[in-house]
């Protein structure tokens, strides 16, 4: 197919699916950053009160300038937003942290082991799966040999 007649196909599927008018369409198509239109585009899908391409451009730009988003790890990923005020980091580079947002960033992401226990102990299970009461005897020989 042309070169015309693939744009002018790419121009009415866009006016189709996302509902806006001819030159919203080809400023969508004609946007510079391949991430950013794929945002734009889901912004003039999803949210109601957003119908042309000024104001998806317009949003995009206020939640790119909110502090909360600026990244604070470059490792996991985690923005300023999603900082944990209960351990050193205050990232999710911080595995050992038992932090609720940690759990809760995991849980989101699908990074959550199922197994994992924060009540029981690491080496033998010990007082997890529902047991409060089980008890952790891998140090007792730690602690003989101590005395």
Not at 23 to 28: G, H, Q, R, V, Y
Not at 74 to 80: D, F, I, L, M, V
Not at 114 to 140: I, K, L, Q, R, S
Request: overall charge negative; aromatic content about 8%.
């Amino acid at each position: 197919m042309p070169k015309n007649h693939a744009r002018k196909k790419a121009l009415a599927d866009l006016k189709d699916e996302l509902g806006i008018k001819h030159t919203c369409a080809i400023a969508l198509l004609d946007h510079p950053d391949a991430d950013e239109r794929d945002t734009l585009e889901r912004y003039l899908a999803e949210y109601i009160d957003i119908n042309t391409y000024r104001e998806a451009v317009d949003y995009l730009r206020q939640e790119q300038a909110d502090p909360r988003n600026q990244l604070l790890c470059e490792t996991c990923g985690w923005t300023n937003g999603m900082v944990c005020p209960e351990c050193a980091k205050g990232c999710g580079c911080e595995y050992e942290c038992t932090g609720w947002r940690h759990e809760e960033m995991r849980g989101a992401s699908g990074d959550f082991d199922d197994d994992y226990d924060p009540n029981a102990c690491e080496e033998c299970g010990a007082g997890g799966g529902g047991d409060p009461y089980g008890e952790c005897c891998c140090y007792e020989d730690d602690e003989d040999q101590a005395a």
